[in-house]
């Protein structure tokens, strides 16, 4: 089965300084991986994704991902935060083996507190 | 801007009643997912609908459960009998035809809280 794994429930990091929330797959063959955001009372919104191409792939609001394929790994990164990015990230693959349906599986979601 | 809107926001209602939630995708879009987001949890999958047809439904979605997208365009999920166990965000999703855009636009979501 398909799925994605944030290991942090939260992150913490002060404006200006860099930030990464982690994000690790289990897939079979090349995965779809993406990065959504959900603002309080506001729905998901597409940050960025890798499909193929260059492992570093660049996104909305500076955001950017580097997607590992020997580590698994498709972590989010910004080089300078904002106290405006502090949200809930979420992690997602899509579903290869769904046929037309093209879902999404979200991980659990990571909590970013951006301190002023 | 016509994003993907959602109603209601919130809704209360008591264990066994009927609840139904309505979707609007963006006009141009002829795909459409149902999500469920609990607290701590990512958005788990429902159900998704090409134009009028359903073409998936998890197995999250018990026969209490039961969507439909009369002509293609709104949605409808209604939950009969609900359970406390209903309670949850549900989340309504659209995608543009063209898969390659791969990118999904979610509405604000219906908040349902059942006592």
């Known amino acids: 089965a398909q799925s994605v794994a944030q290991p942090e429930d939260q992150v913490n990091v002060a404006e200006g300084n860099p930030l990464t929330v982690k994000c690790t797959y289990s897939v079979s063959g090349n995965p779809y991986l993406f990065w959504y955001v959900q603002y309080p009372n506001r729905g998901l919104q597409f940050l960025l994704k890798y499909i193929t191409g260059d492992n570093l792939v660049k996104g909305s609001y500076g955001f950017e991902a580097e997607f590992n394929k020997s580590q698994t790994s498709f972590h989010l990164k910004k080089p300078s935060a904002l106290v405006s990015d502090s949200a809930l990230y979420f992690c997602a693959v899509r579903d290869r083996y769904g046929g037309a349906t093209n879902k999404l599986i979200f991980g659990t979601g990571t909590l970013l507190a951006v301190q002023p | 801007d016509t994003g993907v809107s959602q109603d209601p926001r919130h809704k209360i209602t008591k264990r066994g009643q009927n609840v139904t939630f309505r979707c609007d995708p963006i006009s141009e879009h002829n795909r459409l997912y149902w999500y469920r987001q609990t607290l701590g949890q990512g958005p788990e999958f429902l159900t998704y609908f090409q134009n009028e047809a359903q073409l998936e439904k998890s197995r999250l979605l018990s026969d209490r459960f039961s969507a439909e997208r009369p002509k293609g365009s709104f949605s409808t999920l209604e939950i009969q009998r609900t359970e406390q166990g209903d309670s949850a965000m549900y989340l309504c999703?659209?995608?543009?035809?063209?898969?390659?855009?791969?990118?999904?636009?979610f509405g604000s979501g219906t908040q349902l809280s059942v006592l």
């Open positions: 999703a659209s995608s543009p035809p063209v898969i390659e855009t791969e990118k999904l636009f």
